[in-house]
Every structure is written in structure tokens, then in C-alpha cells.
């Protein structure tokens, strides 16, 4: 009996120099990466960096204003998850599955009828061509696998004719998940894999993505994902000198190894710039030295003013010369300093203002077929942490908290004075409006808001930036500026990790737990769930 034939190794993924402008702003410079098959690179930076304008360069899928150069080797088989599913609201879920199961079905069945036609060498290189498909895929086996990971993403539990356009987010994103859990492809590109999922979903993402052979690159906020998964860190805003020292952006290892070495490079990174900053003013100085640092200009007698004079001139001589020496290193130390470094974007708003009183009281509320709840108390200054799986209606509750959904049963009453939220998809109305401009709005009927510098949440190079053309991340800091812009006593938050950078996260725990008004937040973040002091309302699916 043959050997069975083996599946084809994998490409790698190789950018070359790769570089990404728009009309108003350079996004990315320069990106070399090289992801061998079985390495798991995560994308770290501040939002606004470009990682998801990197994986959708690297995937082809850039808008038209884009200009790009640099080179990128991609494999054939690559797939790109961006942060939002694409499939069509009306589409069933049935119907995404199926298309997905459709090339690999296909591919096993051109296996089976090409065989017949060996023999000839075109029959045998269509024959050879259609196995090295079907093996990449493991064609074969893909029922199987659609099957799987229908069932450990919960989707089995889904109606197969129910539209995705009904489902949650979280749900959506589970979808998705199955399709390339089924494909398996060579190359897989993610987006904030881990936005909307619950623990469970995050688990089984966890294990496809340690068992698939091939490229895995990723953009995530999750801190637990890129310790637990990742292999290497690449940070798009690692500095002027990168995160070895040399300018190098590539980091061995997860987050939680990284984040003590990232703060280390800037550490090297301000003390370098002090350092050329001290000797480039000693070089000035030294270009200005005058003679009587040489030589004490005193007066000639009688007797050897032709000595004077001759001394006079090696003096001269040899001012000139340190004076050409100083000026000669001090061009040389301006040529190569390093750039000042920037100050970091840091939140420094307050979240809320204090209270007083049950600022919130629900009893045996209803939104048919989203949410239930018995009982829920909220005392001012009291932080609450909304928890449950997909499809539980943690974002419905903060919805009717707001007032911006409608309770069909049950009694909900709400007694902050001011109440905020920041739902998970902020609403562009005008995509066309600055940054600043669209928070002005915003907030011109409060009485001395902050400004949206003041906050910290938005580099003010960004704030005359089109909203439209923010990126997700950057999208939702100004969701939050608005938010908190009116000090609320109830503050309410939906996923505000999502997107948001890693600096910015951890940043806004230290504000949770310093916040002085009622807080409700619901968040699938494993990390913060994990810091969790406060108190904790588990929902559940109805």
C-alpha cells in the first residue's frame, strides 16, 4: 500500500519595505516582516498606527486613495478576518456555511475525477495540481470540521435559516470563526479576533490557532491572546529605537514578557536624546571658544613683542583648528540624533462625577427575546460588571439603562442626573467632520466642557483628521472624550477595551477604579475581569 501523500508545506509571509499614504497622512513607512509558517505574530501600538492598514496591504484590500510601494510575498492561500464579518445581513447562516464548505467540496470531487485522466503529462500536472489543493485543506475532512466548530462556537444552537443580520456581534464574529476553522488556510490574518467573544469562544479560538500550521498574523487588544497564543510581538510604535536598541520592531515572546522591555526602550530612548542633546550643546560651545581659553591674552612688554606676536599666531592656529574639529562633530552628532521623543498620549480625564443615592433600580425587566433581569441595585459610587455569554443581552441591558432601548415588561428606573454611554459601534453621521469638530458639537450645550486635548485621548495631530477616516480605535477614544465630557454620575460602557490600545486599556482600569460616580460595564476583557474588585451580574441567554 502507498505511502499517503504529504499536505504541502506552507509559504511564508515576506513585506519588503512596505510603505501606506492617503491623501492627508502617512500611515506606514518602511515595514519589513518576515512570518515563517508556525509563528504567531501579534501587532501591537497606539491606535492610529496602521495595524489594521497592514494586514489589509498585506491582504490587497486597501482602499483606492491608497498609495503603496514596497513589496508583498504573500501566499495564495490567505484569508483576511477584518473587525467586522462580511457576510450580508440577509444572508442565512446555512447559507455561510455551505458557501464556505462549497470550494472545499469541489476541490475533494476534482481530486476524484481528474484521477481518471493520469496517464498523459497534462493529466498527471491537473491531477497533481487539484491533490496539492484538497491536501492543503484536508478537503476531505471539511464537513467534519464545519460540523466541530459549529458546535464548539455554539452555533448548533442557532436556527441554520436564521439571517445573520438578527444575530449579536458576538455571534457574527463566531460565524466567521467557523468558516476559517473549516477552510484552514495557509495564511490567516485577524482583526481584533477576540471583540464581542466570550470565554469560551476565546478558548477554542486559542486551540485552532496553536494547531494551524501555517502564517497567523494578528492585530489584538487581548492582552491574555497574545500571551497565550502569540509567538512574536512586532510593535508599529516601538520608537526611535526600536524595541532591541538598534530600531528593530520585533519582539520574541507575549505580552506580558514585552510590556516591562517596552517600557525599558523608552527609557533608552529619552536617555540617548538627553545624552546627543547635552554633547551637541558642548560641541556648540566649542565652535564659539575664544582665544582666552587657549591662551592668557596678556600684554606684550618691551622686550618680546616679536614673541608675543609669533605665540599670537599659533594661538589663532589653534583655535581654528578645535574650533574646525568642534564644528566637523558637531555636524556629525546633529546628522544622526535621535528625534525627540513624544510625549505619550496619556488619559487624563476623569470618568465620572460623584453622586448621591440608588442611582439605578430594575425589577423583573424584560426586552422580549434579548434580555431578563429580576433585580438589579446601583448605589452611587458603586461600579457593576455585566458578564454572561454571546447573546445574553449585556449590551441590550446598557441599553435600556440609557434610555435608548425600551423595557417590554418589568419596571426600570434610572436616577442619575446625567447618564452617558459608549456603545461598542459608535454611530458616524458625518464622516466628512473633523475629529474636533464632531466633539465640539458634541458637547456645546455643556457648561465648560474640557477640551478634547485636555482628555488625552486623541493626539492632537488627529484632531482636524475627517472622523470617516479615523480608525476604529481612534473612533471609539472620541466616543469615550464625548462621554466623559459631561462628568455623568452614571457612566455606562460597553466593551471599552475594544480597539482601544494597550496603553489606553490599562489606562482606563486605573480610571475605573478611581471613578467616583456609578459605573456599569460589560466586557468580555479576560484580563480586566481578572482585576475585577467590584461586584458581578451574570447574564444569561434566553
Known sequence: MPAPTPAPTPAPLVVSGLSVAYPRRTVLTGIDLVAQPGRRIGLVGENGT?????????????????????????????????????????????EVLDLTLAPLRRAAADVERLAAATGTPQGDAAYADALEVALAHDAWDADRRAGLAASHLGLDRLAPGRRVGTVSGGQRTRLALATVMTTRPGCLLLDEPTNHLDDDAVEVLTGFLRDLPGVVVLASHDRVLLDDVCTDLVDLDAGELGTDGRGGRRFGGGWSAYEEARAQSRRRWEETYLAQQEEIARLRAATRIGTGAIAHDRGPTDGDKYIYSFKGARVEQTLARRKKDAQRRLDIAERDQ????????????????????????????????????????????????????????????????????????????VGARTVRELTQDPQVVEPGRSALSTYDVAVRSLVEPPSLRELGLLHPRDHRTPVGSLSVGQRRRLGLAIAIAAAPDLLLLDEPTNHVSL??????????????GGVVLASHDRWLRRRWAGPEVRLQAL
Open 50 to 94: 496602521g495595524k489594521s492598514t497592514l494586514l489589509r496591504a498585506v491582504a490587497g484590500r486597501l482602499p483606492s486613495p491608497a498609495r503603496v510601494s514596497g513589496t508583498v510575498d504573500a501566499p495564495a492561500d490567505l484569508v483576511l478576518l477584518g473587525q467586522e464579518p462580511p457576510f450580508a445581513d440577509r444572508a442565512t447562516i446555512a
Open 338 to 413: 535621535v528625534r525627540r521623543p513624544p510625549a505619550p498620549l496619556r488619559f487624563r480625564g476623569g470618568l465620572t462625577a460623584s453622586a448621591s443615592g440608588r442611582i439605578v433600580q430594575v425589577r423583573d425587566a424584560e426586552v422580549a427575546g434579548r434580555v431578563r433581569v429580576a433585580r438589579l441595585d446601583l448605589d452611587a459610587g458603586e461600579h457593576l460588571l455585566l458578564t454572561g455569554p454571546n447573546g445574553s443581552g449585556k449590551s441590550t441591558l446598557l441599553g435600556v439603562l440609557s434610555g435608548r432601548l425600551c423595557a417590554t415588561a418589568g419596571t426600570v428606573k
Open 503 to 516: 496603553a489606553l486599556a490599562g489606562e482606563l482600569e486605573e480610571a475605573l477604579a478611581a471613578a467616583p
